[in-house]
T-cell receptor, first 112, second 106 residues
Framework: NAGVTQTPKFQVLKTGQSMTLQCAQDMNHEYMSWYRQDPGMGLRLIHYSVGAGITDQGEVPNGYNVSRSTTEDFPLRLLSAAPSQTSVYFC???????????FGDGTRLSIL | GQNIDQPTEMTATEGAIVQINCTYQTSGFNGLFWYQQHAGEAPTFLSYNVLDGLEEKGRFSSFLSRSKGYSYLLLKELQMKDSASYLCAVTDKLIFGTGTRLQVFP
């Protein structure tokens, strides 16, 4: 099993560009989430989903969109990239919100 | 609102015992996770406490007091490879603290 797969691993964008960070899991997990991690800030929850067709906002949702059309995939869209969105992004999945989360390897995103 | 506090940094010596504390104030609470994160890597699961008390798992133990909004992670017989950040996180939404960076010295 691949677990949680994030692509790309690295990306550089210009301010104002849009892009989609991909996340896929092959464990049939219902719960998926996106975090960003900045130095000294820990992991901050952006959006999460408790199942296909259901998404909700986390702590820092502004500037990001998500959708969950299938159980396996949970893409994160940056609508108009800003330098403040430079960060490491982690996707995670679990059977439920009260089960251990499995994390992807992260996407390192730089906005110039 | 949600507030989770951990010390920013701790140091310890190889073979020693270290306790990393986590205090929380959250609007909803189902349980508390501890994760380990080595530099440049993804977090990995260590423990999950739902009920008050101590959960032991090898060299690592985790304690929870729901009435006090308090948890700690206890690491025994420290090894160099334990140098990492330790993150506590509270459910129902999985909200993380800022993490404690532990450095183990020989």
């Amino acid at each position: 099993n691949a677990g949680v797969t994030q692509t790309p691993k690295f990306q550089v964008l210009k301010t104002g560009q849009s892009m989609t960070l991909q996340c896929a899991q092959d464990m049939n997990h219902e719960y998926m989430s996106w975090y960003r991690q900045d130095p000294g800030m820990g992991l901050r929850l952006i959006h999460y989903s408790v199942g296909a067709g259901i998404t909700d906002q986390g702590e820092v949702p502004n500037g990001y969109n998500v959708s969950r059309s299938t159980t396996e995939d949970f893409p994160l869209r940056l609508l108009s990239a800003a330098p403040s969105q430079t960060s490491v992004y982690f996707c995670a999945s679990s059977r439920s919100g009260n089960q251990p989360q499995h994390f992807g390897d992260g996407t390192r995103l730089s906005i110039l | 609102g949600q507030n989770i506090d951990q010390p920013t940094e701790m140091t310890a010596t190889e073979g020693a015992i270290v306790q990393i504390n986590c205090t929380y104030q959250t609007s909803g609470f189902n349980g508390l996770f501890w994760y380990q994160q080595h530099a440049g890597e993804a977090p990995t699961f260590l423990s999950y406490n739902v009920l008050d008390g101590l959960e032991e798992k090898g060299r690592f133990s985790s304690f929870l007091s729901r009435s006090k909004g308090y948890s700690y992670l206890l690491l025994k017989e420290l090894q160099m490879k334990d140098s990492a950040s330790y993150l506590c996180a509270v459910t129902d939404k999985l909200i993380f603290g800022t993490g404690t960076r532990l450095q183990v010295f020989p």
